[in-house]
């Protein structure tokens, strides 16, 4: 049983219910079926009482708001009705006391509330998502109920199932008012959190102490981190999750961090900064054809741009830069097309951010592509996670980078390939630079962008000034 805290019953009181009864009418607009949703459950690491951090399923909270273990939901019409068990006696006894099944239903605004066991009923003749396997899977586990069958239900409704798929996509993929001041809750505390980053890198020795400092910020604020945390001197690793380098005072240190808020809203900011405090001129030689290309991304957001575009623009950007350095040979935009900057940027410039960091990416790409695009098979457009028009309330992030991978500079087809489009003796003067990447969160408007992490500068000399050193 959740034990919710006094700020998140209040916040839910206030401002949430009528979202969520919102939500549920909105889906209801979109399918004229019934759906089945579940929470999931905690996972045992060695013993029942021994978990790992809870969280709820995403689509769940969309339209429950709360982040319940071990219950579902069934929504019909706009109506909501709530499976979930009240704590038993030991359970109170272990982790204190909890709501009610029936208070949770008058907080969330429920139709009807009724134990767990009896979400087989609720089953019946219900769309439900592929995704949600694992979370339905806890639940039986849960009852020992062997006699609701999740996979014949997704089998025998295959055009509803998807159905109800691209519905969610579509509710969840704009935010409403509800959603946008969680995200600016996260966006706020991911912010401090990278200030504190910056400013203890001073006196800190390896990329774990640093990560500590950050992630204290998040805790203190009752928060969590929306993914695992990427704080390295080795910025060229994409999602590098050690944290015993020392840090050196010619390093750049790489921290992608990000706060989740108590109902799950996620924030998703990278800087990179030097941990002497300065940029080496090769450095921010090549920092600012980054920042170049992120900025001139974010210009360019507004509704009915392709996500596309902005990646391309992106690419385009960053080959300028480096042909004007020197490092590449060529036409900025034939490099492209031959996707020479993949060498350098191999990744997309970015993704939906929602209740996920990479928002409904559980559904595929059903989300992140347009109905009937399908992903490339390029080099350097195989990792694009978003490619559809904009559309005022979404929120991606931007993230442009540069790295120096050894697994594709050093790879024998790519070097034959590219080995009249890259400078390698101009290459290796800038080998104090392993990965840069610049990211913020942005919130599409009617008129154009929003940073919501604006707060947090990207400047060069901005960020020395934020590096205590």
């Known amino acids: 049983?959740?034990?919710?805290?006094?700020?998140?019953?209040?916040?839910?009181?206030?401002?949430?219910?009528?979202?969520?009864?919102?939500?549920?009418?909105?889906?209801?607009?979109?399918?004229?079926?019934?759906?089945?949703?579940?929470?999931?459950g905690d996972q045992p690491r060695n013993f029942p009482a021994n978990v790992y951090p809870y969280r709820a399923s995403s689509h769940f909270l969309y339209f429950a708001g709360l982040p319940l273990a071990n219950a579902a939901i069934r929504l019909e019409a706009g109506r909501l009705t709530l499976f979930m068990d009240d704590a038993t006696e030991t359970e109170a006894l272990w982790h204190g006391p909890s709501q009610t099944r029936q208070q949770v239903a008058e907080q969330i605004g429920a139709d009807a509330a009724y134990p767990l066991a009896a979400q087989a009923a609720g089953l019946q003749g219900a769309a439900v998502l592929w995704a949600q396997m694992g979370a339905f899977q806890q639940m039986v586990a849960l009852l020992r109920a062997q006699e609701v069958d999740l996979?014949?239900?997704?089998?025998?409704?295959?055009?509803?199932?998807?159905?109800?798929?691209?519905?969610?996509?579509?509710?969840?993929m704009i935010q409403d008012e509800g959603a946008i001041a969680q995200l600016r809750q996260a966006a706020k505390v991911s912010i401090e959190a990278h200030q504190a980053g910056m400013a203890v890198t001073a006196q800190a020795q390896t990329e774990a102490q640093v990560r500590a400092a950050m992630e204290a910020v998040i805790t203190a604020n009752n928060m969590a981190c929306a993914y695992g945390s990427i704080v390295t001197v080795h910025g060229e690793v994409l999602h590098n999750h050690h944290y015993h380098n020392p840090l050196q005072p010619g390093d750049l240190l790489l921290a992608?961090?990000?706060?989740?808020?108590?109902?799950?809203?996620?924030?998703?900011?990278?800087?990179?900064?030097?941990?002497?405090?300065?940029?080496?001129?090769?450095?921010?030689?090549?920092?600012?054809?980054?920042l170049a290309a992120h900025d001139a991304c974010i210009d360019q957001v507004k509704p009915?741009?392709?996500?596309?575009?902005?990646?391309?623009?992106?690419?385009?950007?960053?080959?300028?830069?480096?042909?004007?350095?020197?490092?590449?040979?060529?036409q900025p935009d034939s490099l492209v097309e031959q996707d020479a900057h993949a060498l350098f940027f191999p990744h997309g410039v970015g993704h939906l951010l929602g209740l996920d960091v990479h928002d409904m990416e559980d559904l595929g790409d059903l989300a992140g592509y347009a109905a009937g695009r399908e992903r490339s098979d390029r080099f350097g457009l195989s990792f694009l996670r978003l490619d559809r028009p904009l559309e005022a309330g979404m929120v991606v992030t931007i993230e442009p980078g540069f790295y120096q991978v050894p697994a594709l500079l050093n790879q024998p087809e790519r070097r034959r390939q590219y080995e009249d489009m890259v400078n390698w003796e101009r290459l290796a003067q800038f080998a104090d630079v392993r990965g840069i990447r610049i990211e913020d969160d942005v919130r599409v408007t009617a008129a154009g962008a929003e940073v919501l992490t604006a707060a947090l500068p990207t400047a060069a000399t901005a960020i020395e000034a934020q590096v205590h050193r």
Not at 153 to 172: E, M, T, W, Y
Not at 266 to 284: C, E, K, L, N, Y
């Open 1 to 40: 049983m959740q034990t919710l805290t006094p700020s998140l019953a209040d916040t839910l009181a206030e401002n949430l219910a009528e979202t969520l009864r919102q939500r549920r009418q909105q889906l209801a607009e979109r399918v004229p079926f019934p759906v089945m949703l579940w929470s999931g």
């Open 151 to 172: 996979a014949q239900a997704l089998a025998g409704k295959v055009a509803d199932n998807l159905a109800l798929a691209q519905a969610i996509v579509q509710l969840r």
């Open 256 to 290: 992608d961090v990000g706060a989740e808020t108590e109902t799950g809203w996620a924030a998703d900011i990278t800087r990179t900064w030097p941990v002497s405090g300065q940029f080496s001129s090769s450095q921010r030689d090549l920092y600012e054809i980054v």
């Open 304 to 330: 009915g741009v392709e996500y596309r575009s902005l990646h391309l623009l992106a690419c385009r950007t960053i080959a300028e830069g480096l042909v004007d350095l020197g490092i590449l040979k060529g």
